[in-house]
């Protein structure tokens, strides 16, 4: 029996849970696979129930899971609490050794006449960012009257770690490896370009290559068909991510998964909470059933199963069964149903 632990999130991460978990019992049907679900509180929910956005019984419970599945959290209900519910994103990508964060940019037929970038058909590249260093969680970090301070720290093994993780990857793509930093200002990115030379080595089939951040945000829009695995820190990988999901038309189709050394990966939509339309039942599920597509292929190794996803996120996508954001009329369980009744077919 596969155990997949459920944080079912904040204002919109509830319905668009409903829905991705709708989508994987019509996806599993008939299919020889078992799962038990089992929901843990986490983020706003958290703080309501214990006042902590991570507690303890929800970090044993993921680690007791062959996957966790994530909806968006956090929201102004929480702004003022001790405990934001984004510092429990912080603490389980700690806790659960996450340091690689893995994000999909895939402009399929059916998006691209949503993508705001002309000759996207090409465009298919993946951005791998670390994800438990860097600026995030860097010390010293305070705020006095006169000045705030934040610190930016990585060592050389969690540099070495995550690009084991781009380069192995680019080895099932394209076999090219874009490092971005912004080595001619920052200690950090001059390290980051030393020990990625280093990985580098180990893997001769795979071409790498080096891009300032700065140019990296404009070519991500001018002609992003180039790049096949973008690897880079948590900070600059955090802005590129949602820049590159941008690019595809709508935050609300992209997922990602998060994994290390260990057996658990978490599987999460990249996009927030959106409280503005929480409750009206217009959010968009896509995000959240393609997040359940990406556990299915990575943690329970069913590629078929998550074929069958993605032609029927195809097929909705094609036929107009999409939610306002897309420009749609289609609520969030419109398009749910229209999802499955295509893999039903």
């Given amino acids: ?6 944080l079912q999130g904040d204002y919109i991460g509830p319905e668009i849970m409903d829905a991705g978990l709708q989508v ?4 599993t049907e008939n299919e020889n696979f078992s799962y038990k679900l089992t929901y843990a509180p986490f983020g706003g929910e958290a703080i309501d129930k214990v006042g902590v956005p991570l507690p303890e019984a929800t970090i044993a419970e993921c680690k007791k899971s062959d996957a966790v599945l994530l909806s968006a959290i956090g929201g102004p209900k929480w702004d003022d609490a001790p405990e934001r519910p984004e510092k429990g994103l912080l603490k389980i990508r700690q806790a659960l050794n996450l340091y690689a964060n ?8 059916a998006m691209q006449k949503y993508s705001p970038i002309k000759n ?10 670390e994800l438990t260093s860097g600026i995030y969680f860097g010390t010293p970090r305070e705020t006095t009257a006169e000045y705030a301070l934040d610190t930016m720290r990585y060592t050389p093994q969690e540099i070495e770690r995550v690009s084991h993780v781009a380069f192995k990857m680019a080895q099932t793509r394209d076999h090219h490896v874009t490092l971005v930093d912004k080595s001619n200002v920052l200690d950090t990115s001059k390290l980051w370009r030393k020990i990625v030379k280093e990985v580098a080595v180990h893997y001769p089939d795979v071409k790498v290559d080096f891009c300032y951040v700065d140019a ?3 070519k991500l829009i001018s002609n992003p068909s180039q790049f096949d695995v973008i690897l880079t820190e948590n900070l600059f990988g955090d802005i590129l991510s949602d820049e590159a999901a941008e690019i595809t038309g709508s935050l609300g189709s992209i997922p990602s998964m998060s994994s290390g050394d260990g057996q658990v990966a978490l599987y999460e939509p990249i996009h927030g909470s959106a409280p503005d339309i929480a409750g009206k039942g217009i959010a968009n599920p896509f995000s959240m059933i393609n997040s359940v597509k990406m556990m299915m292929k990575n943690s329970f190794n069913r590629a078929d199963i998550a074929e069958k996803i993605e032609t029927a996120v195809n097929a909705a996508v094609a036929n107009g069964i999409v939610t306002p954001d897309l420009n749609g009329t289609s609520n969030t369980q419109t398009v749910t ?9």
């Fill in 24 to 27: 994987l019992a019509a996806a």
């Fill in 1 to 6: 029996m596969n155990k997949i632990t459920v």
């Fill in 337 to 345: 149903d229209y999802v499955i009744n295509e893999m039903r077919k």
């Fill in 102 to 109: 893995i994000r999909p940019t895939d402009i399929s037929q």
């Fill in 120 to 129: 996207c058909a090409d465009v298919n590249f993946v951005i791998v960012r």
């Fill in 216 to 218: 990296m945000s404009m």
